[in-house]
């Protein structure tokens, strides 16, 4: 998820994160990498934030989540995860979805993979 706020004096104020996501019967619940989750409920088009217990924040600001049409994330974030690579293709297994992904053969990310796990 890319978390924008708008309005921040102070930069950063877009914060990425990754990780996997549930349904219940009435709210979305989301848990990043390090196992914290936020919660979520329908509203019309849009997506409501609820407290850390899942219950309705009351306040004066706006928890509303709207859709937005834009590309994919762009913000830089450590993964983690085990890096293959075996008859010229490399693959990265992220540990905290289990997802696989293929990705570029090169030299300079081998070097940097093992120099990580000494």
Known sequence: MNERYLGAREEPSSFASYGTWARTADKLVLTDSKGEKSYYRAKGDALEMLDREGNPIESQFNYT??????SLPMTPM??????????????FTDCATGKRFMVANNAELERGYLAARR
């Not at 450590?78 to 693959?91: E, K, S, V, W």
Request: proline content about 5%; aromatic content about 16%; charged content about 15%.
């Open 65 to 70: 989540l709207e859709p937005a049409q834009s």
């Open 78 to 91: 450590t993964l983690r995860g085990m890096y293959f690579y075996m008859a010229d293709a490399a693959t």
